[in-house]
């Protein structure tokens, strides 16, 4: 059996991915908490990781540099704006053996090039992109049905991506930290492209953010970035942070793709909920049956044809589960790489995912507003 990893964990944000990696390394024996890091002097991180650290029993360290003598893994889970040169000094640590990367990678085109060069000269690294996408079932199952051609080459594909804001650190309300919601929150849907399709990005047709005051602070509370693809396909992402606030679930995010003889449309929450395929495709039905067959999880998933031509089909899918997503990444990224699924992301994936979403100080197209 191999030794453990010791990860350090320096910050504490998003939210919901430091309550979940902190809860899931306890679960996952490959995996040692070897403590917690300040990523930089806020008063109401520190008291978090402080509370945290005492709680589970580990150290908690002003500086990365401290942590670094005593783990060999690390994830980044502080400012966006920060993590390009954080980064850079983590690969220069010679004990480091794994780099858990937290979307964005980067928020501006020179870090992103400094990292990608960094990432060059340390390839006894091993980068585990954090993008979540890729372990929830409900995709895969998309970028089956899509390789079956049941809706045929893709032209069209939109995606939506609108979160519960909740409560968010000071730092997600200044420019510098938090510069982008299409660098934070889109970038998902920019891999998800390339996943389920397998067609790359050629070229970024624009990008557009609506700045509000939120709070009594400004944020980029909606963005949207349209991509062209190699076959001259279009996508066109959005992201918002305007879920209501009562809502049961962080988001009712929706990806669609538009073919040439159907569609495939995925609403992760909501009212909504469910995978509705619809094809003219004679061999529908059965490559849909051999599609949902072809993983354990999908393989009892219920569904249902709606009509006849076009054939439509409803899959009726479970709800998002951001615990069991992260768990069935962290541990394909655990398994000997013999065994580890096709779909795992690479730090190349990260890259292409990063590319497209980050650009010069303000995002071409930017909306701002000050009342």
Known sequence: MREPLRLLLIGADPPIHFRLLTELVGQVP????????????????????????????????ENVAAGL???????????YGLRGRVLLELLTAPELRVLLVDKPLAISRPDLELVERSL????????????SLRADARYRLVQRLYAAGLVGEAR?????????????????????????????????????????????????????????????????????ITLWLENQAVAHLTADWLT?????????????????????????DGAGRGLW?????????????????AEPETSSWEWQREGGEPQYF??????????????????????PPE???????????????????????????SSFTTG
Request: charged share 20%.
């Open 30 to 61: 490959e995996l040692e908490l070897a403590g917690l890091a300040l990523s930089h002097e806020d008063a109401d991180e520190r008291a978090l990781l402080q509370e945290t650290a005492q709680r589970l029993g580990v150290p908690f360290y």
């Open 69 to 79: 003598k005593t783990a060999n893994a690390v994830v980044h889970l502080g400012p």
């Open 120 to 131: 060059l000269v340390r390839p006894d690294v091993a980068v585990w992109p954090l993008l």
């Open 156 to 224: 069209k594909i939109t995606a939506t991506r609108p979160h519960r804001l909740g409560s968010r650190p000071r730092w997600f309300f200044q420019r510098g930290l938090y510069p982008s919601i299409v660098a934070d929150l889109c970038v998902h849907d920019v891999d998800a492209v390339r996943f389920l399709t397998g067609l790359e990005i050629t070229s970024v047709e624009g990008t557009y953010e609506v700045v509000r005051p939120t709070e009594g602070r400004l944020l980029p509370v909606f963005g949207s």
């Open 244 to 268: 209501f606030p009562t809502a049961p679930y962080h988001g009712a995010c929706t990806f669609e793709i538009g073919g040439l003889v159907g569609r495939i449309l995925l609403v992760t």
């Open 277 to 293: 395929v619809e094809s003219s495709h004679r061999a529908a039905e059965k490559r849909l049956r051999t599609a949902l067959a």
């Open 314 to 335: 409803r899959i009726f899918i479970p709800p998002t589960d951001y615990g069991a997503d992260f768990r069935t990444l962290l541990r394909a990224f655990l398994a």
């Open 339 to 365: 065994e580890q699924p096709a779909w795992l992301p690479t730090a190349a994936d990260l890259l292409r995912a990063t590319r497209p979403v980050v650009g010069e100080a303000e995002p071409a197209g």
